[in-house]
């Protein structure tokens, strides 16, 4: 077992123990993941470093800076305005992008994935190459959400209609 010690941007820091580098990773993202933030302007990515305790050829301890860590933080999903759970779909005609591919577009080394709910047109956007504004980081993941349009809101207008035919 080795000596860890993860430090949050926040100025707090935890020191742990692990039997690997890998483990030591896992449970610095766990331990970030237990922040709070304030999530109402959107996602936050929270900074920190996985540090190990090591010692030189004479003995004398210090710590290691082994990686760079970001944990995000998406907005909390918003209820279904429906009063059911949401049930995300990806209608060529409402969520657009190739229709082999409905609602993904290219964005940086990644895709923006678009999908819409059925129940209330509420839109849910996943990108995948993310920057921090912070930092100017690439290639994070977050979540964000947007209320229904006309668009949404006329397709699931066509859909119950067309279930009451049937």
């Known amino acids: 077992m080795s000596t860890y010690e993860v430090r949050g941007e926040c100025g707090t820091s935890e020191q742990f123990e692990a039997a690997s580098d890998k483990e030591?990773?896992?449970?610095?993202?766990?331990?970030m993941s237990d922040a709070e933030f304030d999530l109402s302007t959107g996602p936050v990515h929270y900074h920190g470093w996985l540090c190990k305790a090591v010692a030189n050829k004479d003995g004398d301890k210090y710590w290691e800076n082994l990686e760079r860590l970001t944990y995000t933080f998406?907005?909390?999903?918003?209820?279904?305005?429906?009063?059911k759970e949401h049930d995300w779909r990806t209608p060529h005609s409402v969520v657009?992008?190739?229709?082999?591919?409905?609602?993904?577009?290219?964005?940086?080394?990644?895709?923006i994935i678009r999908d819409v709910c059925s129940h209330c047109g509420m839109y849910r956007i996943t990108d995948t190459w993310a920057q921090d504004p912070q930092t100017g980081e690439q290639g994070l993941e977050e979540?964000?959400?947007e209320d229904a349009d006309d668009a949404s809101l006329a397709w699931i207008a066509a859909r119950e209609a067309k279930a009451e035919e049937e």
């Open 74 to 83: 998406d907005v909390v999903e918003p209820d279904c305005t429906a009063g």
């Open 96 to 111: 657009g992008g190739v229709r082999e591919n409905p609602g993904v577009e290219g964005h940086g080394g990644g895709v």
């Open 24 to 31: 030591a990773r896992d449970w610095a993202l766990s331990w």
């Open 143 to 145: 979540t964000t959400y």
